[in-house]
């Protein structure tokens, strides 16, 4: 861990002010992406802006119907909102199959939405990535990682977005309320929030230097049914290796590309009169399988299927 | 040497009068445990305050070190050293002290010549560990890598018999195989996999003249106090080596690493007390690991199951530097009969970090195949899985004829099924659904050597009646601290409130330490023959002593219990008696050995694991729904102690076919998971409904108290039974290990 500089700011302004004051100055939230990679110096702040007690940690209702999730708010308290849990069950479903309470306790949805990938090769400082050390190399092209992108990855990052929550927000239609140091406020869809790699796959999101999130609002819910199911490999505790959200008319992958992955084709071939299957065959026409990862063609085919035709009652995981 | 017909005779253990044995005891360092007061070796305080080391690792797998510029690093804040293989200082070859199964190349630590990624090549002390870490990014390293031999698969061509070692052929297999009926020929593969101990490994060192003390996390206390003394070229009996507390070891902390070597040189040379403790990824890939397994099983048998013909090859790997075999096939010589058979291990040598013992080396991985072999063979042949191998049950050892000591796997099998419910299992697979889930049973048989090992125990009595039990041996979480004050307590018929126990110390009476289930019986037998012998200068004592109510009478006579010496219904307290006629207390020795004839019995630890899964057809994921086994292990000295060992390992069992591997990067030489959020081990949520039973067993062949191992029983074949379990669940038969939801995906229609 590098030595670094902390405080904690009264208001969001002072800590807009400081992060766009100081060179490598970073905001701190939970911590419980950031912290683990500073010790592994990955992430080598100069000075921690320490966010998490500023008043951010409201759940409020909009005028709209529907709600603002302030950007402190923790995952635990999302997931346990009584408003989420019968307007939004698809988002409670979502937090609540991720991490682990001890770490859904501290994590928040800001945070949530800025963690970082976890392609293994990200956190081996000994390896290549153009995310670490743009220009570098990716080292998970040609490596044996399987749980990769299979849309949207570029020749220099095949990472993918390790969020639940921000897959089930996709399909929800969420917007990211901002603030940046002069003060300017800024209103994001979430779908556009995360960025595919590219050239860039270090710039992750939309997210101007000492720009703050400040909220996650989610508009009324949809009419119809909500669900989200995930498969990883032990029951609890583990990153996505596929994951579904559907929030009405609308769907949303997980663990297959960059960023949570709005699944239009599939949305389009419902809207057209397909059948779920069908619906998710038009998605997974654009993926690029490499080799490694081909399982999640067949993988989103049956658990996009699945989800698009259950009822999502009574057969939980 | 004694016979094993000695220990046939009653003892204050088999009588039991205070019930002791087999109670379930809370554990004895449970509360230090749980208040988080239990200090562990990098927690223990030191007698000054300490300075803190990390250790830098290599990038290549493979060539050395050509460069190492250290003089940033040396000039960075609270910077005490930075050793390099340039300078840091000599190091004694490892000799004829170490453990001749030790998995660490030979000195020094810091060499120039890299042999695996993940090698340490620097080491930096500072005085907090902030900087010690900060000031490490500053060492800049050169190497001259060379080509490396990095995957096991691919030199399966090169692979080699292991050193001293024959196969074992019995009969004509090859004839045998070639006439049988009915056959079957598979490969069954199991992963490489990460001990994943909670603790790592770590080191608090000080010196006190030319004597250091090491408080270190090993579970070979004497095996490490000569390792170090040989390192640091300087006597054993300078070198105080301490673990009290193990956060988990596993086989994982069999051997010393280099913060034990690193915090002594430190020290020394600093004059101050140093710490080391190695970070999660060291964990991974600076320590050993259980090495990949492909086991070919080859079974012939008779259409009415009778099996004429076995065969088990194992291939697996070690580091070049470093041989060491995972002896796969070798649980097999004793399970099943059949006149004609073949047993063997070849071994690759590869240039990655080395492989060693971990829990159950050999059946935790051997079992995952032939077990599910068995489950095949039963399919082919239209019988009950349990049925074939009832057909198959030997009367007396398969392989050498030697009578079973005590052998109850017919039991467990029954018994189990029983109360498993193990008749509503439907042999197609495929045919039960639960919701969306695909629902089957599935089962396996246990088989696990059992051991004792030559050990010491010292206990004394003071005049306050405290009773202490020492000796250099481990507790690393099973419950050791526990078993010897139950032992004690029951061996001198006091309460267990009176009895102390201390271990983990190189200065008290040498124990092989923790591994291979054998601890329990070998500690435990140590501690046992100190009581005796306790009991014994008690009776000489009282009857000795004229102004003791046992004044002449015969010491042979004389009983203990209720805390009291007596003959009769004359008695006294043990602590009146020690404080008027020693009032320095009295303290003697115990020790065991195996018995001449031990080698005569084939002896192990038996069960039978039962297993009911759900397979989800979206995903491929598979979940534990129940499961159950029934074992056999000898007397049982703490239910609880003995149950958290055995579910523990039926546990671990579940991860070995379900979560556990990992994989080395061909390009690299690294391992893809270095952390606990990518190398996967089964949480609460994957376990849901799992117990176990242990059938009444005395094995008066094993030791004087008729005991056994039971750490790594659970283990053995409770990943075959899932596997069985899947494949009835949903007809998948997943051969390569574990059934993660990839593959069981792309094995269902």
Known sequence: MKPFTYERPADVASALTLVAKIPGARFLAGGTNLVDLMKLQIEQPTHLVDVS???????????????????????????????????????????????????????TTAGNLLQRTRCPYFYDTTKPCNKRAPGAGCAAIGGIHTNTAIFGASEACIATHPSDMAVALTALDA????????????????????????????????????????????????????????ARERASYAFAIGSVAVAGDRVALGAVAHKPWRAEAAELALEQGASPAEAMAAELEAARPDGHNDFKLKLMARLGAACLTTTGAGDGQ | MSSVKDWAAPTPISENRSGLIGKGVDRYEGRLKVTGTAPFAYEVEAPSPPAYGVLIASPIAKGRVTLADISEARVAPGVRLVW??????????RGAKINPRSQRGSNPALAERVEHFGQHVGFVVADTLENAKAAATLVRFEYAAEPADLIFEDRFGAAEQPEGEEDVRIGDFEGAFAGSPVRLDETYVSPLQNHAQMEPCATTAWWEGDHVTVHTSIQMVKGGQHTLAETLMIPSTQVRLVTRYIGGG?????????????????????GQPVKVAYTRQQMFQATIHRPAVHMRVRLGAQPDGRLDAFALEVVTHCRREAPFTEHAANFARSLYAAPNRLTGHRLVKLDIPAAGPMRAPGEASGMLSLECAMDELAEQLGLDPIELRLRNEPETDPETGKPFSTRQLVRCMTEGAQRFGWDRRNPTPGQ??????????????????????????GVR????????????????????????????AETLGVPLAQVKVELGDSDFPPAPGSGGQFGAATAGSAAFAAGMNLRKALAELATGDPNSPLYG?????????????????????LDRLVARAAPDGVYVEGSITPAADARDYSQHTYGAHFAEVGVDPDTGEVRLRRMFGVFAAGRILNAKTAMSQITGGMIWGVGTALHEYNEVDPRYGSFIAQDLAGYHVPAHADIADLSAMFLDEVDDKANPMGIKGVGELGIAGAGAAIANAVYNACGARIREYPLKPEKVLAALP
Request: aromatic residues 4%.
């Open chain 2, 432 to 457: 039960v659904r639960d919701g969306r889930w695909l629902v089957g049973l599935g089962m396996a048989a246990a088989i696990r050597g059992n051991f004792l090992l030559p050990a010491k125990a």
């Open chain 2, 250 to 270: 596993f086989g994982g902390k069999g051997q010393a690493y280099d913060d034990l070597t690193l915090a002594a040189l430190a020290a020394r040379e600093l």
């Open chain 2, 461 to 488: 009595i003071d005049a306050d009646g405290t009773i202490t039990l020492r000796q250099g041996m481990t507790d690393i979480g099973t419950g050791t601290y526990t078993i010897l004050a139950q032992i004690t």
């Open chain 2, 553 to 573: 009478d015969d010491p042979e006579l004389v009983t203990f219990g209720g805390g009291n010496i007596a003959v009769d219904n004359r008695a006294e307290p």
């Open chain 2, 84 to 93: 390099t293989p340039h300078n840091v200082p000599a190091q004694g070859e």
């Open chain 1, 175 to 230: 917007r990211v309320e901002t603030k940046s140091g002069s003060g300017e406020a800024r209103v994001l869809a979430l779908e556009s929030f995360h960025r595919l790699p590219g050239d860039t796959p270090h710039i992750e999101t939309e997210l101007q230097p000492a720009e703050m999130i400040t909220a996650v609002v989610l508009p009324p819910p949809p009419a119809g049914r909500q669900i989200y199911r995930k």
């Open chain 1, 53 to 107: 007690r500023l008043p951010l940690a409201e759940i409020e209702d909009t005028p709209e119907g529907g709600l603002r999730l302030g950007a402190m708010t923790t995952n635990s308290q999302v997931a346990a909102d009584a408003r989420v849990r019968a307007r939004y069950p698809a988002l409670a479903q979502a937090i609540l199959s991720g991490a682990s309470g001890q770490l859904r306790n501290k994590a």
